[in-house]
């Protein structure tokens, strides 16, 4: 497992995969490394649930903190193809937190769960010694719809097409320059800085996945994470057992990225991106699917197709997993700095 981040998928296969408790019938889809859901039929209809940190931090100000600490919540339920609609949340919050604080945060994150028709149903909100931000705690978010209208994650499969919308880097990108421009303003021009920032707010897959599945016969869905969008291939690739062939240069680029990763030294490509949605496709609605997708005001495109065999071609090398993400390096070196 890596020093920070997520552990790897040889951490997962020894440690947890082998101890997941009972087995039930009703499990649609069982946990498995880079697998952002899970999935249980109960009544004919089906529940998808997804566990993530609650993360607040306050050096992005407290509208970015609940915005973004919200729709992570949201992320990993929305590929499932199915609307999010209920939210279980438990906050381990500093001693140091202000109620003023707390409210400020917690009305966006309210704001935005409004939104998407998401109702809080249960939690545990308490203050403890030894909680320190960002990660405040945990939350499970829970999608109810039709079993014939999950979008599995293991679903690619030979002759798909291959879809991203946004590109790489967008979360890396947009945080880091929210709460270090400081570190970069000799780097980079007014204009490359100011469309770094604005990315903070492309950092959320929901309304991608959300108006993606709703348009056409996705057939996979899966938010660009640890690793970013070639560690997200991979991970949709191993889930199916299938074989990604992807363009890169097919795959959009948002201002300010590229001048951004240059100046914190991070590779836009395996970086961080919530945000960025990679989804699969039956190729009859691709277009169905990209028309959807850009009427919403959402960047994408077709990149690749999926293919028999296993792993990743870019450009027609192969291309292993990154391994460890380089963003929480950069964040935690521009930390440092910041303290000095």
């Known amino acids: 497992m890596p020093d920070l981040g997520k552990a790897d998928s040889a951490f997962f296969d020894q440690f947890i995969y082998p101890h997941l408790g009972a087995d039930r019938d009703e499990v649609r889809v069982e946990p498995a490394h880079g697998v952002d859901f899970g999935a249980v039929e109960i009544g004919g209809q089906m529940l998808a649930i997804a ?19 919200l729709h992570i919540l949201l992320s990993d339920v929305a590929v499932s193809g199915l609307d999010p609609a209920y939210l ?15 409210e400020a945060v917690w009305s966006v994150m309210d704001r935005e769960a409004r939104k998407f028709g998401v109702q809080v149903v249960t939690g545990h909100t308490a203050r403890y010694q030894g909680c320190n931000y960002p990660m405040v705690g945990g939350g499970t978010a829970m999608a109810v719809g039709d079993p014939e209208d999950l979008v599995r994650p293991d679903g690619a499969r030979p002759g798909d097409s291959v879809i991203v919308t946004k590109g790489p880097a967008v979360e890396a990108v947009g945080v880091l320059s929210v709460l270090f421009a400081d570190q970069v303003v000799e780097d980079l ?4 800085l100011a469309a770094a920032q604005d990315r903070f707010y492309d950092s959320s897959p929901v309304e991608d996945a959300i108006v993606a599945a709703n348009s ?24 199916a057992g299938v074989q990604f062939e992807i363009e890169r240069d097919a795959i959009p680029v948002l201002d300010g990225i590229r001048p951004a990763c240059e100046a914190f030294g991070i590779d836009p490509w395996i970086s961080i991106s919530e945000g960025t949605l990679l989804g699969t496709v039956d190729q009859s609605g691709v277009d169905a699917v990209l028309g959807a997708l850009a009427d919403a005001g959402v960047p994408a495109a077709e990149v690749g197709v999926v293919s028999e065999g296993s792993g990743l071609i870019v450009d027609g090398e192969r291309v292993d997993h990154p ?7 950069a964040l935690e070196e521009c930390a440092a700095r910041a303290e000095d």
Do not use: C, K
């Open 189 to 192: 021009s007014e204009a490359d």
């Open 51 to 69: 566990t993530d940190p609650v993360s607040i931090n306050p050096g992005l100000g407290l509208e970015r903190a609940g915005w973004l600490a």
């Open 88 to 102: 279980s949340i438990d906050l381990n919050l500093p001693p140091e937190i202000e109620n003023d604080t707390f």
């Open 216 to 239: 056409g016969p996705m057939t996979a869905m899966h938010d660009a994470t640890e690793g970013g969008v070639i560690g997200g291939f991979h991970e949709m690739a191993r889930a």
């Open 323 to 329: 391994g460890a993400d380089p963003y929480w390096q």
